[in-house]
């Protein structure tokens, strides 16, 4: 081959070269272009939600403003002169979100605490999908339960259901709480003496949270329930569903804790609950912390249960924290008077339901970003711990 014929084949092959490196440049840009469109679907379907919403609900707001809608308890959508008061409807949705929070958190934690450092794998292999199992059940089933089953129930025989829960779930926790302040109140002694007082301490605080169980039992058995379908009834339920998402994401966290932490307090001197207590909740409290702003947004969203089984009255409780009566929730009302109000396209009842949409999109979207930044914060605290 003379020099001219390899120039010529060298020349070619750097053509070739530049011409397939170009080539895998515009394929990768592409490749890189497809992927951050399917990436961006997502934000772009929660920017067009937001606007979409948006639009239908300022109409609302340029026609009659803000200080009706929240602070007036007055809604009577359908008569003649229109009063759009949403005041009763946020209260009765804080109500039966609160209500329900309050049975999620603690009951989901304490599940979460025992799957992660007191049940042995083998255990906690069968018990963990069958608590996510109440995940799967459609919201439907649970509004039927409610309002067929426990509605009457708790009309009927309501006082002494209460002071059953009580009981049930006062009663493990008590014995739970017992053990960890005996056991921590006692860390300053040590040999026979500690086993002596923490043996001492447990029965008086054994003796006094039996006695207050007991208490609270009797008078909840004394009260009388006039309606089944109220916020207690949807606040329990509720608290049921959100259960799976609490135990679920805190057991994550907890176990996400890691054996050093653990192992490190052990070696030097802690007893398990001391464990538990001082190190391993606070290190996982931004996975928590996350775990419960889901179960808020798992109950805050739900909407067949409150329909069902929430009463649908439009009225703030006399006191207003008073579970044992009707209310009505945001996504209730949303979901019962869209029908009507489709009909008359364009009016205030209709712009109406966009404005409640707005607010209750507005807090979950909240209640996300925070929930993201406890879950980023934790995984900061993970990877510099």
Not at 108 to 121: R, T
Request: contains cysteine; positive net charge.
């Amino acid at each position: 081959m003379t020099d001219i014929d390899f120039t010529r084949t060298a020349r070619r092959e750097m053509l070739i070269g530049e011409s397939a490196s170009r080539l895998h440049r515009i394929g990768g840009f592409l490749g890189h272009s497809f992927l951050l469109l399917l990436t961006s679907l997502s934000a772009f379907a929660v920017l067009f939600i937001f606007l979409f919403i948006i639009r239908d609900a300022l109409p609302f707001f340029r026609l009659q403003g803000f200080h009706e809608f929240f602070t007036s308890a007055r809604w009577y959508p359908s008569s003649a002169q229109p009063e759009f008061g949403a005041l009763a409807i946020f209260v009765g949705t804080a109500l039966v979100t609160s209500g329900a929070v309050l049975l999620a958190t603690p009951l989901g934690v304490a599940a979460a605490v025992c799957l992660s450092d007191v049940l042995p794998f083998s255990a906690r292999q069968i018990v963990k999908p069958m608590i996510e199992i109440l995940a799967a059940i459609p919201s439907v089933a649970y509004g039927f339960f409610a309002l067929i089953v426990f509605a009457p129930l708790l009309q009927e025989r309501g006082g002494l259901i209460l002071a059953i829960c009580v009981w049930v779930i006062g009663a493990p926790l008590g014995a739970l709480g017992t053990a960890v302040a005996s056991d921590l109140g006692t860390t300053w002694l040590s040999g026979s003496s500690r086993k002596i007082a923490r043996i001492a301490l447990a029965l008086l605080l054994g003796g006094l949270t039996f006695a207050a169980l007991y208490w609270l039992g009797v008078r909840m058995s004394q009260l009388h329930i006039s309606s089944g379908t109220n916020a207690l009834n949807v606040s329990l339920i509720l608290g049921i569903m959100a259960l799976p998402t609490v135990v679920s994401v805190s057991e994550d966290a907890l176990y996400a804790v890691g054996r050093e932490l653990r192992e490190g307090s052990y070696a030097l001197g802690a007893t398990r609950a001391e464990t538990l207590i001082k190190v391993v909740i606070p290190a996982a409290s931004s996975g928590i912390l996350a775990a419960v702003l889901l179960g808020v947004m798992r109950a805050v969203g739900e909407t067949m249960v409150v329909w069902m089984a929430s009463g649908n009255a439009a009225q703030i409780p006399e006191p207003w924290f008073n579970l044992l009566e009707p209310v009505r929730t945001l996504t209730a009302t949303i979901a019962g008077d869209m029908g009507e109000a489709d009909q008359v396209t364009g009016s205030s009842r209709y712009h109406v339901l966009f404005a409640m949409g707005l607010c209750l999109l507005s807090f979950s979207f909240l209640c996300n970003l925070a929930s993201e930044w406890a879950i980023r914060r934790f995984k900061r605290a993970r990877a510099t711990g």
